[in-house]
């Protein structure tokens, strides 16, 4: 099956401070999804973002579909971005499954 | 729409127990997954519905574990007899349609952490 992987696992930043997280995956996809998942286990959408480039306040993503990887850049960091960042894949001309990385694990000190 | 519902929260059970987690999907949605969340294997697809069907049950890791969706609005996972090694939390998700043929997103319910002691 398809693999995700997500870099780097874990990352500490002081507030204020930006960052680049990356997803790599291994085959051609249609669906690729940021999620956050926060201190009280929530998912959050962040992003659906199988291509191109999309921004959200601080947050930003950026696929390059032909070179199978996506990075998502968080700038001006905040205590409350702390959490686990998640990167979904679904697999062209596969069936309707979203497979997970292992997620970066963003701690954010004030 | 208030969002994907799960419940219970958290649920306690002892071993050999019955254990039913119960979903509700936003409405209109046609696809519904349960996932399972681990801290060795990460958030795993057990099952998904389309239009209330089973499509795919290859993720759900023992015969202890069923799902049922009886309608558009509402879907269970039960674990039967419930094992300390299926403490975890148990992620519904819905779609509006499937990931392969159009562009949509997955929305995740808050979760049901099981704790089987």
């Known amino acids: 099956g398809i693999q995700v992987e997500q870099s780097p696992p874990d990352l500490i930043l002081q507030e204020g401070a930006n960052s680049t997280l990356r997803c790599n995956f291994s085959?051609?996809?249609?669906?690729l999804q940021w999620f956050h998942q926060n201190p009280w286990g929530q998912l959050i959408n962040l992003f659906y973002?199988?291509?191109g480039t999309k921004q959200n306040g601080r947050l930003s993503a950026t696929t390059v579909a032909t070179e199978r990887y996506s990075l998502l850049y968080i700038s001006s960091s905040q205590t409350t971005d702390s959490g686990v960042y998640f990167c979904?894949?679904?697999?062209?001309?596969?069936?309707?499954?979203?497979?997970f990385g292992k997620g970066t694990k963003l701690t954010v000190n004030p | 729409d208030a969002g994907v519902i799960q419940s219970p929260r958290h649920e306690v059970t002892e071993m050999g127990q019955e254990v039913t987690l119960r979903c509700k999907p936003i409405?209109?949605?046609?696809?519904l997954f349960w996932y399972r969340q681990t801290m060795m294997r990460g958030l795993e697809l057990l099952i998904y519905?389309?239009?209330?069907?089973?499509?795919?049950d290859s993720g759900m890791p023992e015969d202890r574990f069923s799902a049922k969706m009886p309608n558009a609005s509402f879907s269970t996972l039960k674990i039967q007899p419930s094992e300390p090694r299926d403490s975890a939390v148990y992620f519904c998700?819905?779609?509006?349609?499937?990931?392969?043929?159009?562009?949509?997103?997955?929305?995740f319910g808050q979760g049901t952490r099981l704790t089987v002691v």
């Open positions: 409405s209109g949605h046609d696809y």
């Open positions: 998700a819905s779609s509006l349609v499937g990931f392969v043929k159009a562009n949509t997103e997955a929305f």
């Open positions: 973002i199988p291509s």
């Open positions: 519905f389309n239009n209330n069907v089973p499509i795919d």
């Open positions: 085959d051609s996809v249609n669906n």
């Open positions: 979904a894949v679904a697999l062209q001309g596969g069936s309707e499954k979203l497979v």
